[in-house]
């Protein structure tokens, strides 16, 4: 990193927004930039400023699910250089990061050549229950998304996504202004993605053991998995792995990057994250059999 991306770096504030899919995070963050005085926002592959998109691509123009999640994480090169040339053209100095979880906005951060959020948000303090669902059960049912901003960038962008636009007081919600006259009418654009068009795809706990088998025997045949429990939540995935491993390695290192490996591994070719990797050893493969007796000292 050279050294005017660090003096760009050391310029600029980080905030992020985070909570499950659906739950109203893009119909609430032109709400919560404006509480904070930030101008700018990272939503599904977009840079946006002053209701404009300034660079990059959305989510919601991806035909698959897993290029979307691709495109939302700024996994593409090319795509996150040409976002964070447009981040020090522009000079932002106040910016938030939308993602599902902290995981997320901490890599989306570090790609775009950010610092790592200094407030993070959840939804929920920002939002009630009530509005949380009613945003889930638009998205389930009904298959909207939200881009926050007017119509005209969406159609003139990505016309064949457009559904309609809305537009809103922003003073609804947990986040209040402090003074009503600060209030102001926002412009949303409600859009129905290309992946959505073409149904949900799912990834099962089958094909998920599958990868991380895989990953084990690549990265050392002689680890063996004797059992793997997946479990999810809307941050992603955590493994707990129980484990024979040779003796004779130095084990500390070797479970750290077998760690890392399988995280790196399944990220890249799935686009799902991998919030946590535990690893317990169960057994020392290769020790012989300790004797019987032992002589008394």
Do not use: W
Not at 35 to 60: C, E, F, M, S, V
Not at 99 to 121: D, F, H, W
Not at 163 to 173: A, N, P, R
């Amino acid at each position: 990193m050279g050294v005017l991306t660090n003096l760009f770096r050391q310029g600029v504030s980080v905030s992020a927004l985070v909570g499950a899919s659906g739950t109203g995070k893009s119909f609430r963050a032109k709400l919560l930039a404006q509480k904070y005085g930030i101008n700018a926002i990272i939503d599904d592959g977009l840079l946006i400023q002053d209701d404009k998109i300034l660079a990059g691509r959305t989510a919601k123009h991806e035909k698959t699910y897993m290029g979307a999640v691709r495109i939302a994480l700024f996994d593409d090169k090319e795509h996150r250089d040409e976002v964070a040339r447009m981040l020090r053209k522009q000079k932002i100095k106040k910016i938030l990061i939308i993602g599902t979880s902290e995981k997320m906005v901490k890599m989306i951060a570090e790609r775009l050549q950010l610092p790592p959020p200094e407030k993070i948000i959840n939804i929920k303090d920002i939002a009630t229950e009530e509005e949380i669902q009613k945003a889930i059960q638009s998205r389930t049912v009904e298959g909207k998304h939200v881009i926050p901003v007017p119509s005209i960038e969406i159609k003139k962008s990505y016309p064949q996504i457009f559904v309609k636009s809305i537009q809103e007081f922003l003073t609804k919600g947990k986040l209040r202004f402090t003074n009503r006259n600060d209030s102001t009418l926002s412009e949303k654009s409600i859009v129905t993605p290309e992946f959505s068009k073409r149904g949900r795809l799912e990834i099962s706990e089958a094909a998920v053991t599958q990868m991380v088998l895989h990953c084990v025997s690549e990265y050392n045949e002689d680890i063996h998995v004797k059992k793997l429990t997946i479990k999810t939540d809307s941050r992603g995935y955590k493994l707990i792995l129980t484990v024979d491993v040779p003796f004779g390695k130095q084990l500390t290192g070797l479970i750290h990057n077998l760690q890392q490996y399988i995280i790196d591994n399944i990220e890249k070719k799935t686009g799902i994250l991998i919030e946590e990797v535990s690893i317990i050893i169960d057994r020392l493969t290769g020790v012989e059999s300790a004797p019987k007796k032992y002589k008394k000292i």
